[in-house]
């Protein structure tokens, strides 16, 4: 049983007036009032600060982002050439034979003017190389590497959509001797942020790896843990559905939404669309890559649908956006669009009248802003059209999908809220969203489902599950910058996470 907990002096965000006191017993929210006598409850004094509701992020690839961590940062590199002579310095600092496997993070070549070739990588160092890029939808090897992910003849060293993801995963396997330890450490890192929980859509089944990470003591974040294609069957079987609690994990962790797939991404010019990509028409893959024909993506979302899943389906192009709201209407599931990055007008409404939640990434948008411009010239009045969205009804959830961009939820709100990232002036700033409305789609998890996951709130209520987070200043104030939020406290069922009081 969860110890009782007074918090003395709390301004509740959404709520005008004087600080106030919040009662904790049995992990909910159970007296909000002045002068709560404490009892034999735990008093604790917010001073004044600020209490909201904790933080979900909404989309998670949480080992990847655990390596990330650990990993090479090449993301600054403006050539092939730059990244390779990062590679090279940081072997060159290194005693000889002290690597097996070198990965580096965060490459992306869609505006790069030179190739990122095999020979380039071979001349930065003869161990097995391989770097990831910012999407997660390329990867880039030498010959050892190349060898080492079991493509040993590759033309070109670049690898792309299943190509590049089985060779994450085979590098991930490699490369984690300590992954749970990091994954530790990240969710600690998240915690201190506000953070209470995350969609986890790692690529590799994780349900067993998140039980034996409680029972070592992670128990710091809430975990939906998603299920992808090949998996989908054997989990079918074992009677797990969506909202299904795993075993062993004292209720932390649970069943989460099947992920499908069903295009590339902006990065790659894979993420497909209704019109080519410049310079491409009438080229094989002008209009970049969809993984499914309408009959099997409707079959495939159909089996996991009706075996209790809730459904959450990539797709970045309009395109693919177009024909997966279609396969959404013609078997009337439940479930989300991950990134929803480029819509058409007409499906903008169709996400509210299908009931379908847009579950994006606001700091993709601060990522791609550039990339965007060349790639869907002329589009971009439609590219992650996050007021349009809310505007229509349609039902948002903020994430981050870390490691492309950080696990940390106050990254996203801010980005969604000002469009705007390093002084820049606001891009597209039609499509900023309101304040309430991007902290709303920051809480409450990911959408309606057996788990308990609602709607998103900015306020705490009576009754509610004390997942909170206490923060220096109101996240409404205009005058707040929300990506340097500072956060004093998170609770998870009444139970202090991160504390800095």
Sequence with gaps: MTDDLLLRN???????????????????????????????????????????????????????????????????????????????????????????????????????????????????????????????????????????????????????????????????????????????????????????????????????????????????????????????????????????????????????????????????????CHDPYPGLAGRPGANGVSVFIRAELVELMTRASSAGFDLAVHAIGDRANTDVLDAYETIGARGSIEHAQLLTTADVARFARLGVVASVQPEHAMDDRDVAEVYWEGRTGRAFPLESLAAAGVVLRLGSDAPVAPLDPWIALDAAVTRSRGGRDPWHPEQRLARAVALAASTGGSGPSRSGAGAGSVGVALGDRADLAVVDADPLAETTSLRSMSVAATLLAGRFTHRAL
């Design 10 to 272: 709390a301004r509740l965000v959404g709520r005008d007036g004087e600080p106030t006191d919040v009662l904790i017993e049995d992990g909910a929210v159970s007296a909000i009032a002045s002068g709560i006598a404490a009892g034999t409850a735990e008093a604790v004094d917010l001073e004044g600060r600020f209490l909201q509701p904790g933080l979900w992020d909404n989309h998670v690839h949480m080992e990847q982002w655990a390596l990330v961590r650990q990993r090479l940062d090449v993301s600054g590199a403006a050539s092939a050439r730059e990244a390779a002579a990062l590679v090279q310095a940081r072997l060159a600092s290194e005693v000889p034979g002290d690597r097996d496997l070198l990965v580096g993070y965060g490459f992306q070549d869609a505006l790069w003017n030179d190739e990122p070739t095999r020979a380039l990588l071979d001349g930065a160092g003869a161990s097995p190389i391989v770097l990831v890029s910012h999407d997660l939808h390329a990867v880039w090897a030498n010959t050892a590497g190349l060898a080492l992910v079991g493509l040993p003849g590759h033309p070109t060293g670049l690898l792309r959509e299943q190509e590049a993801f089985d060779a994450s995963t085979t590098i991930t396997g490699i490369d984690s001797s300590r992954i749970d330890e990091w994954v530790g450490d990240a969710a600690r890192a998240a915690a201190a942020r506000g953070v209470v929980g995350i969609v986890d859509l790692e690529m590799t089944l994780s349900f067993e790896a998140w039980a034996r990470r409680v029972s070592q003591g992670v128990d710091s974040l809430r975990v939906r843990a998603g299920v992808y294609p090949r998996d989908l069957d054997a989990v079918i079987g074992s009677g797990l559905r969506t909202g299904d609690e795993i075993g062993g994990c004292a209720g932390l962790v649970t069943v989460g939404p099947a992920k499908i797939i069903t295009d590339g991404s902006l990065n790659t010019r894979t993420a497909f």
